[in-house]
């Protein structure tokens, strides 16, 4: 069972940036897919970003191109994501996943195994 343990939201005004962070102690961490995910309340979860095991493609979806950057660090087994120029429609509940499954299904939310808990993101405007 690989755990995952987001960090790093909070509330920040309209403009601002935050880090997020997603950590595990799974020493195959390198072989995951990564991925971040977000649902604010009343809506479906959305697909962020992912990122391949090596970090050498990623992904995003189009509100979040230029703004936010997915990165991973293998020997620290933790995933980031950079979100500046953070918008009020930013706010949700972020997730990150882990999964084996290759960037065509990365953007499914079923396409991944193990999920982190959620750090709470708010844009104030």
């Known amino acids: 069972q690989v755990q995952l343990v987001e960090s790093g939201g909070g509330l920040v005004q309209a403009g601002g940036s935050l880090r997020l962070s997603c950590a595990t102690s799974e020493r195959t961490f390198s072989t995951y897919y990564m991925g971040w995910f977000r649902q604010a309340p009343g809506k479906e979860r959305e697909f962020v970003a992912a990122?391949?095991?090596?970090?050498?493609?990623?992904d995003y979806v189009d509100s979040a191109k230029g703004r936010f950057t997915i990165s991973r660090d293998n020997a620290k087994n933790t995933v980031y994501l950079q979100m500046n120029s953070l918008k009020p429609e930013d706010t949700a509940l972020y997730y990150c996943a882990a999964g084996t499954v290759g960037p065509t299904r990365w953007r499914y939310g079923d396409s991944y195994t193990y999920w982190g808990q959620g750090t709470q993101v708010t844009v104030s405007s």
């Open positions: 990122i391949t095991w090596s970090g050498g493609r990623t």
